[in-house]
Structures are given as C-alpha cells and as structure tokens.
C-alpha cells in the first residue's frame, strides 16, 4: 500500500488534475466530495477527456476548452475500496476481478492509503 496519497476535489477544473499529472510519476488521484471519497481520476480517463490536440500545432480554442471540464464529469464514481486490515489476495482479487488499476483503502471512511497493480507485483515479487 502506498500512504503518501494526492486528493482533488470532484469540482476542480481537469486544468489542475493536469497540472498534477504532468509533475508525478502516479496515475491516480482520489476525488473528494466534502472531505469524503467520491472517485477515482485515473491518468487514462483524464487523457480520455481531453482533445487529442491539445499541445500539438493543430490545437484551437475549443481543445483548450476540454481542460475546463471539471473532474465529476470524468471520474470514475463510487470506487471499490479495500480496508487496510484486509488480506492482499482480496485485493488481487478485486483488482483482477473488476479490471481496475488502483483500490483507495479506507479505516472508518478515511483514506488512509493506495494498492496499485504494482504495489502488488512488489509484494508477490521475491527476490
């Protein structure tokens, strides 16, 4: 599980989830709704929204304009979550199970972390 987790707000701009993005070497950000979790931004369904030419030669002022959606409008709503006392083959499974790149863990609704798709290759990794 990684800890060290960043939050954005469900009715932040995609500008700032960009900014985020282009400055990390992660791919999910937890949404909040009110200091709660409400979803998950993953890197893919941020570049999903945006127009493919935003940063090219071909760019107008309606690509730029993608950028304005705001993070509800992308995210993925109500995620699958996980408790940290959980055993991490029930989070294999739910990852495998439901094709999905990331599980918030939660201790009395509280974010207290991430497992990611790597965090498990790291843990069943033996060296």
């Known amino acids: 599980m990684t800890t060290r987790v960043v939050t954005i707000d469900m009715d932040d701009r995609l500008t700032l989830a960009k900014e985020i993005f282009d400055n990390v070497s992660f791919h999910h950000l937890l949404v909040l709704d009110n ?34 959606k705001r993070v509800h409008q992308v995210m993925t709503h109500n995620p699958f ?20 790149g990331c599980l918030p863990v939660l201790d009395n609704n509280s974010i207290v972390g991430i497992i990611t798709w790597k965090d498990l290759l790291r843990a069943y990794y033996v060296k």
């Open 81 to 100: 979550t996980i408790a940290s006392h959980c055993d991490i083959n029930i989070a294999t499974k739910l990852i495998l199970d439901h094709d999905i």
């Open 35 to 68: 200091d709660k979790l409400s979803g998950i931004l993953s890197h893919r369904d941020f570049l999903r929204a945006l127009s493919p030419n935003i940063g090219t030669a071909a760019e107008l002022i309606r690509d730029t304009e993608t950028l304005q």
